[in-house]
């Protein structure tokens, strides 16, 4: 029989490993708890009231931009709104909250993707942050499409690539498991042909090596997963600071428990407690 643990800390983004299946920590505080060993087993996660900013430390009512304080959301260009559509990257105007900060993560290289997470979708991201964000999305499949200079213009070739197909995942498919098979290469080349007008535009406008085809294959990953929800059920700490149950997979920032799902990366910065109980029997 495996002993009680008993962590306490601020909670942050679960880091995870490719692998068969994805390899999950949770971080809480300075301790990492490897998870996948303990699915099955009974858990709580108590909320214990503070909330203190992942950049600046201050204690918050409420957290925003999944981590910060509202001073931090409204200087930092990690919150800014071209985080969120990257098109709309200012960078070039001179206008960034923090043109070092811009020069590090939205001044370099970026991947356009394909994933199929709940069914086919486009995304972005830093090419140092592939295979990371195919995880957190839950993808069970994901293949690069293009490699591009720049986040701004990596969320120029999602504006035109969402005309074609979505850009979001249908969270609660996803972690229901009951996610289609897709020909990803196959995906990747049509779509390819069809915005080729709009990336010749492009090219004239930011030029030729701005913009490059991938040739790589698909990347297939699996999840620690004992037993798929039927339904989808949330919990939310706000509401429900006790959360109890028993731990039965992980897939994207989820922990999905017989009682529920609860996204970790949507409590980043809240103070918990986490008490993982023996197996019954």
């Known amino acids: 029989m495996t002993a009680l643990i008993d962590v306490s800390g601020r909670l942050t ?34 909320f214990e009231g503070m909330i203190r900013c992942i950049h600046c430390d201050r204690s918050t009512n409420k957290s925003f931009s999944q981590g910060y304080c509202y001073p931090c959301f409204r200087k930092l260009a990690a919150c800014d709104t071209c985080i ?27 991947v356009v993707y394909l994933a199929n997470s709940s069914g086919l979708k ?20 994901a293949i690069p499409m293009l490699q591009v200079a720049t986040r701004q213009l990596a969320g120029l070739v999602e504006v035109v690539c969402k005309q074609h197909v979505a850009d979001r995942t249908n969270w609660r498919a996803m972690l229901k498991g009951d996610v289609p098979e897709l020909d990803l290469a196959g995906e990747r080349s049509a779509l390819l042909c069809r915005i080729q007008p709009e990336l010749a535009e492009l090219r004239e406008q930011h030029g030729d090596d701005a913009l490059r085809e991938a040739s790589g294959e698909a990347l297939d990953l699996s999840y620690p997963v004992e037993v798929w929800p039927e339904k989808v059920k949330t919990h939310n700490l706000d ?5 109890n149950g028993i731990l039965q997979g992980i897939k994207g920032q989820y922990l999905i428990l017989d009682t529920g799902v609860i996204n970790i990366r949507k409590y980043t910065a809240y103070h918990i407690r986490l008490q993982v109980y023996p197996r019954a029997g």
């Open 13 to 46: 983004k679960m880091p995870a490993e490719a692998g068969l299946p994805v390899s999950y920590n949770l971080k809480i505080g300075d301790t990492r708890l490897p998870l996948n060993e303990l699915i099955g087993r009974p858990i709580q996660i108590e």
């Open 84 to 110: 969120m559509s990257p098109e709309k990257c200012h960078y070039h105007l001179g206008t960034c909250r923090e043109p070092e900060w811009g020069e590090t993560h939205c001044m370099v290289d970026h």
């Open 122 to 141: 486009v995304g972005i991201t830093r090419g140092t942050q592939v295979p990371t964000r195919w995880i957190d999305q839950g993808a069970v499949s």
């Open 239 to 243: 509401k429900t600071p006790t959360v």
